[in-house]
């Protein structure tokens, strides 16, 4: 295809020059008209170069076709030896080759609205290929080149599984935070069967709740076909587990222990989504366990052992998040980890290089620029308040469930980064009524708020003799329920919009029970259930619903957690809401006649969890709850002490 004629590859002559006479110029008798020399030219249209006359190149048709009634076939592209670099007008030269930067060209109105760059020519091509590193002798890749290889799924209908932990799976897994941590288990899937498996068998899992889900939701009659789908795709999942075990177990080529490690963290997150609390925490002891082997031995001055900070980060996460969960739910040995300085030093050491501590008359933080480093340091205190909580645990005498209140000033230097943390992070936060902030930015801001806030609380109730001492962080309960609402929202009207681009069909708005937050018509429900390896809104929310007694502010925590199905490693929002609702029900009905609604609750009647053994995989639960400071293993008489089994 020709140039347009705002770009000419060369100048056509003007309409006095060209060779075509009329019949009032046309020579009498033996008159011959002399014929102007012009240089050999190889162009034309493509009828003219048939029939081996000269043509005048005019646009759109030339004279000869319109002269003889022909159709003028257009004019076929120059060959490249024709013109030299500087010839050619239709882009400037390449950025690498230029001396100097080119100037933006006016704006045109032919059909050519921006600039082509074109190929480099035969010699500049023969020119790169003989300086290119293969003329020279090999070279080493580098640590941090990845290739593709033949190590992803290609049998059966495993790259469909995989695709979908590739597409759809890690943008639920990630939470609110952005992980560099799953970009290297992407690249990891190339080289290393025991990583590639269990990415698979994410995915597999996944595409079985997103099953589950729609025949839940489209279909009113229990179809077979359906339910044998979501039984291949779990079986599928499952599958592919216990090839990612035997990998790690029995593999063809040594594996390293980063690569363990990494497949360690897929794992405990396989048995956390499936709701094995149990596997999942024994998964990160072993993970724990081998970085502290990695840390202390030889292997680490290896290259191939290089433990990545992003994987440290992610492990110690999965750590701190199943410490809060024993915290909560007060699990028997051996499902405890233990966060002792002692016994942790050694794999932790890597976590403390990259954060250290700051020291308790340090100078306040500056302000963070970006989430990941808020979200790092406050890992970091996360961490360290674990240490210290394990440190008192040993030191106190007797089975009381908290410390004695003059215990409060050997954790100064943690409320200190606590408050540090928070002035750090205030700026950050105060972007998220900016228009250029995104939603999933506002999001990520709102969660991070609500976990210092849930720290806070929690830090101080483990000075707390009563549950009366509660009342004075209503405000930050009400906090928290603000951030958990707007949370919801934006996700809510995001899942809204997808549905309206996906099926194109008017959108109906979310019918919520306003008593419990129970949807009363599961179609109506934007929110799909969902699982996140990082924690979110569910253990901030699950402590407004046990420890705030405000009558109102505990129900909307309940509604919140009840708005959507979501699972954040191993925190169930279903099973916290059923967990508020009875303890709300024991504090504030148990004696009908003479309790008044909204009226203040006494220290009497104020409950807490002793205990829960539990299995979210059959939806059973057996909890036990007493009196503040009366653990339910020992003799003496509760009279608050109840037990029950809730069933879901």
Same mark, same amino acid.
């Given at each position: 295809?020709?140039a347009? +004629?705002?770009?000419p590859?060369t100048?056509?002559?003007?309409?006095?020059?060209?060779?075509? !006479?009329? /019949? #009032?110029?046309? @020579? $009498?008798?033996?008159?011959?008209?002399?014929?102007?020399?012009?240089?050999k030219v190889?162009?034309?249209?493509?009828?003219c170069?048939?029939?081996?006359?000269?043509?005048?190149?005019?646009?759109?048709?030339?004279?000869?076709?319109?002269?003889?009634?022909?159709?003028?076939?257009?004019?076929?592209p120059?060959?490249?030896?024709?013109?030299?670099?500087?010839?050619?007008?239709?882009?400037?030269?390449?950025?690498a080759?230029?001396?100097?930067?080119?100037a933006?060209a006016?704006?045109?109105?032919?059909?050519?609205?921006?600039?082509?760059?074109?190929?480099?020519?035969?010699?500049a091509?023969r020119?790169?290929?003989? +300086?290119?590193?293969?003329h020279?002798?090999?070279v080493?890749?580098?640590?941090?080149?990845y !290739?593709p /290889? #033949?190590?992803l @799924? $290609?049998?059966g209908?495993?790259?469909?599984?995989?695709?979908?932990f590739?597409?759809?799976a890690?943008?639920?897994?990630?939470?609110?935070?952005d992980?560099?941590?799953w970009n290297?288990v992407?690249?990891?899937?190339?080289?290393?069967?025991a990583?590639?498996?269990?990415?698979?068998a994410?995915?597999?899992?996944?595409?079985?709740?997103?099953?589950?889900f729609?025949?839940?939701?489209?279909?009113?009659?229990k179809?077979?076909?359906?339910?044998?789908?979501?039984?291949?795709h779990?079986?599928?999942?499952?599958?592919?587990?216990?090839?990612a075990?035997?990998a790690?177990?029995f593999?063809?080529?040594?594996?390293?222990n980063?690569?363990?490690?990494?497949?360690t963290?897929?794992?405990?997150s396989?048995?956390?989504?499936?709701?094995?609390?149990?596997?999942?925490?024994?998964?990160i002891?072993?993970?724990?366990?081998?970085?502290?082997?990695?840390?202390?031995?030889?292997?680490q001055?290896?290259?191939?052992?290089?433990?990545?900070?992003?994987?440290?980060v992610?492990?110690?996460?999965?750590?701190?998040?199943a410490?809060?969960?024993?915290?909560?739910?007060?699990?028997?040995?051996?499902?405890?980890?233990?966060?002792?300085?002692?016994a942790?030093e050694?794999y932790?050491?890597?976590?403390?290089?990259?954060?250290?501590p700051?020291?308790?008359?340090?100078?306040?933080?500056?302000?963070?620029?970006?989430?990941?480093?808020?979200?790092?340091a406050?890992d970091?205190i996360?961490?360290?308040?674990?240490?210290?909580?394990?440190?008192?645990?040993?030191?106190?005498?007797g089975?009381?469930?908290?410390?004695?209140?003059e215990?409060?000033?050997?954790g100064?230097?943690?409320?200190?980064?606590?408050?540090?943390?928070?002035?750090?992070f205030q700026?950050?936060?105060?972007?998220?009524?900016?228009?250029?902030?995104s939603?999933?930015?506002?999001s990520?801001?709102?969660?991070?708020?609500?976990?210092?806030?849930?720290?806070?609380?929690?830090?101080?109730a483990?000075?707390?003799?009563?549950e009366m001492?509660?009342?004075?962080?209503?405000?930050?309960f009400?906090?928290?329920?603000k951030l958990?609402?707007?949370?919801?929202?934006e996700?809510?009207?995001?899942?809204?919009?997808?549905?309206?681009?996906?099926?194109?069909?008017?959108?109906q708005q979310?019918?919520?029970?306003?008593?419990?937050?129970?949807?009363?018509?599961?179609?109506?429900?934007?929110?799909?259930?969902?699982f996140?390896?990082?924690?979110?809104?569910?253990?901030?929310l699950?402590?407004?619903?046990?420890?705030?007694?405000?009558?109102?502010?505990?129900?909307?925590?309940?509604?919140?957690l009840?708005?959507?199905?979501?699972?954040?490693g191993?925190w169930?929002?279903?099973?916290?809401a059923?967990?508020?609702?009875?303890?709300?029900?024991?504090?504030?009905?148990?004696?009908?006649a003479?309790y008044?609604g909204?009226?203040?609750?006494?220290e009497?009647?104020?409950?807490t969890?002793?205990?829960?053994?539990?299995?979210l995989?059959?939806?059973?639960a057996?909890?036990?709850?007493?009196?503040?400071?009366?653990?339910?293993?020992?003799?003496?008489?509760?009279?608050?002490?109840?037990?029950t089994?809730?069933?879901?």
């Amino acid at each position: 295809m020709a140039a347009p +004629s705002q770009f000419p590859l060369t100048n056509p002559p003007s309409e006095e020059d060209l060779p075509i !006479r009329s /019949a #009032s110029t046309t @020579p $009498t008798g033996g008159e011959r008209s002399s014929r102007r020399s012009r240089p050999k030219v190889k162009t034309g249209c493509s009828s003219c170069k048939q029939r081996r006359i000269k043509c005048d190149e005019k646009r759109p048709a030339c004279s000869q076709c319109i002269k003889s009634r022909r159709e003028c076939t257009g004019y076929p592209p120059p060959p490249r030896h024709a013109l030299p670099l500087e010839g050619v007008r239709i882009a400037p030269k390449p950025v690498a080759i230029a001396a100097e930067p080119v100037a933006p060209a006016a704006p045109k109105t032919g059909p050519i609205q921006k600039y082509v760059i074109l190929p480099p020519r035969r010699v500049a091509r023969r020119n790169q290929a003989r +300086s290119t590193p293969e003329h020279y002798g090999a070279v080493e890749p580098s640590p941090t080149l990845y !290739r593709p /290889a #033949s190590g992803l @799924p $290609t049998n059966g209908s495993e790259p469909y599984y995989f695709e979908m932990f590739r597409v759809t799976a890690l943008s639920s897994f990630c939470g609110y935070f952005d992980s560099v941590f799953w970009n290297r288990v992407l690249q990891e899937c190339h080289t290393e069967p025991a990583v590639c498996h269990a990415s698979v068998a994410l995915g597999a899992l996944s595409k079985t709740l997103e099953q589950t889900f729609n025949n839940a939701i489209l279909s009113r009659q229990k179809d077979p076909s359906q339910s044998e789908a979501v039984l291949q795709h779990w079986q599928m999942a499952v599958q592919q587990y216990s090839k990612a075990c035997n990998a790690l177990m029995f593999p063809a080529s040594p594996v390293h222990n980063r690569v363990r490690l990494m497949a360690t963290v897929l794992l405990a997150s396989f048995d956390a989504f499936i709701g094995d609390h149990k596997q999942s925490i024994v998964q990160i002891q072993n993970g724990l366990g081998l970085l502290k082997k990695m840390q202390g031995g030889v292997e680490q001055k290896e290259a191939k052992d290089f433990i990545e900070p992003e994987l440290v980060v992610m492990l110690m996460r999965q750590a701190i998040q199943a410490k809060t969960y024993d915290m909560a739910y007060h699990f028997p040995e051996p499902y405890v980890l233990r966060f002792v300085p002692e016994a942790c030093e050694a794999y932790s050491a890597s976590f403390f290089k990259m954060f250290p501590p700051p020291a308790a008359n340090s100078q306040p933080l500056k302000p963070f620029t970006t989430l990941v480093e808020a979200q790092l340091a406050h890992d970091r205190i996360l961490m360290r308040g674990m240490q210290f909580i394990e440190s008192l645990q040993q030191a106190k005498s007797g089975p009381l469930e908290f410390f004695p209140k003059e215990w409060m000033a050997q954790g100064v230097g943690i409320q200190i980064e606590l408050q540090n943390w928070t002035t750090a992070f205030q700026p950050l936060f105060e972007t998220r009524d900016l228009p250029q902030t995104s939603g999933s930015e506002r999001s990520a801001l709102a969660v991070l708020k609500m976990a210092q806030l849930n720290s806070e609380i929690v830090f101080r109730a483990l000075f707390c003799s009563s549950e009366m001492e509660y009342d004075a962080v209503v405000p930050m309960f009400k906090t928290i329920i603000k951030l958990g609402r707007e949370i919801i929202l934006e996700e809510d009207a995001r899942a809204a919009a997808a549905e309206l681009a996906a099926d194109s069909e008017q959108l109906q708005q979310s019918n919520i029970d306003p008593q419990l937050g129970r949807p009363t018509s599961p179609s109506n429900c934007h929110l799909k259930p969902s699982f996140s390896v990082d924690h979110g809104i569910v253990p901030p929310l699950f402590v407004v619903a046990t420890k705030c007694r405000d009558q109102a502010i505990r129900r909307q925590a309940i509604q919140l957690l009840r708005a959507s199905a979501r699972r954040e490693g191993m925190w169930d929002s279903e099973l916290s809401a059923r967990i508020g609702l009875w303890i709300m029900e024991l504090e504030e009905y148990q004696d009908p006649a003479t309790y008044q609604g909204g009226s203040f609750i006494p220290e009497e009647r104020r409950v807490t969890l002793h205990g829960i053994d539990l299995d979210l995989r059959s939806r059973v639960a057996d909890l036990k709850i007493g009196s503040r400071g009366m653990i339910a293993a020992t003799q003496q008489f509760d009279p608050r002490r109840k037990s029950t089994r809730i069933c879901w």
